[in-house]
């Protein structure tokens, strides 16, 4: 057991040290580490409520009640973060572009409807059964549309409409809005008259807001 342990040891020592020699030598290249932009980010954001869905659909038994209930707050505040943000900072950007600015109003009513299902899967005295699992399944079924036109269609444009540097700022402001959700801080957004008119009201973002107490 020694042994392997060594071994186990010596060869994280190695790929640390692999790792740091790599960074010196782009460092001496004068070449920086690529800094994620607001599509990197929201694809991760995709990636991660994907997971949180399959870990819900792999916990199904009734016994498991007690864990769903947490997997299914952290999916509800994942959802909830990243569509304030967009809301905050890339939908309001979309609709300055013409070829995108039907899918910004459409993305907000993708999100309305997300918030009802959210809700009615929360309100539930359990988080198991048939009928819920169902709702689920819609639940999951429209964020995968939803993240589908993002990726296929929304990034593609913006890809092709935004210089490089926009999009990371963007990316800097995405970042802001979710480190300040539900903090009550305000966060960097896009000038107000452009955001008041797709931004949900003030009674349809608490809804969406509201999480789940253990």
Known sequence: MASRATSVRAAKAKTAKAKTAKKSARAKKGVRPKEP????????DHREVEGLFA???QVSHKGHQRHRHKLFSKLMEE????????EQVLYPRLRKIQALREDALESVEEHRLVRHMLTDLE???????????AKLNVLKIMVERHVDEEESEIFRV?????????LIELGHMLQSAKDAFGTGAEAPSAPQAEADEIAPTPAQREQFTQRPSL
Not at 37 to 44: A, E, P, R, S, Y
Not at 158 to 166: I, S, Y
């Open 55 to 57: 870990q819900l659909e």
């Open 158 to 166: 913006l890809k092709r409409e935004l210089a490089a540097g926009e």
């Open 123 to 133: 309100s539930s005295p359990t988080y198991w059964g048939e009928k819920w699992d």
């Open 79 to 86: 959802l909830s973060r990243h569509a304030s943000a967009e």
């Open 37 to 44: 932009n607001v599509i990197d980010l929201l694809k991760h």
